[in-house]
């Protein structure tokens, strides 16, 4: 069975990197796709980016700048950098596999708190 499970530092000072990890069990990193949705406070559901098993990258273009997804794998998990983190930033971040960039979704990790303060 596919499981996937975030990790990082839960609070993040504004203008700071914001840093996550998502290990992978039960699949490959380098097959399917892996993206990272994030929640805000009391909005929906928001797509940041996806990297292909080929490690081929595709992101939301609002994010573009900002963001890098990075495949390990040696380690077989999948990395989330956002630079120059704002308040905006606080959210549940998940990170979930698709069968393609779009999705659908077919297994999603536990989602993790993270919050941009100074």
């Known amino acids: 069975q596919v499981q996937l499970q975030e990790s990082g530092p839960g609070l993040v000072k504004t203008s700071q990197t914001l840093s996550l990890t998502c290990r992978i069990s039960?699949?490959?990193?380098?097959?399917?796709?892996w993206s990272w949705i994030r929640q805000p406070p009391g909005k929906g559901l928001e797509w940041m980016g996806t990297?292909?098993?080929?490690?081929?990258?595709y992101f939301d273009p609002s994010l573009e700048n900002r963001i890098s997804i990075i495949q390990d794998t040696s380690e077989n998990q999948f990395s989330l950098q956002v630079i120059s983190a704002t308040p905006e930033d606080t959210a549940i971040y998940y990170c979930?596999?698709?069968?393609?960039?779009?999705?659908?979704?077919?297994?999603w990790g536990q989602g993790t708190q993270v919050t941009v303060s100074s």
């Open positions: 990297i292909a098993g080929s490690g081929r990258i």
């Open positions: 979930a596999r698709g069968t393609s960039k779009s999705g659908p979704y077919e297994y």
């Open positions: 039960g699949d490959s990193v380098t097959a399917n796709y």
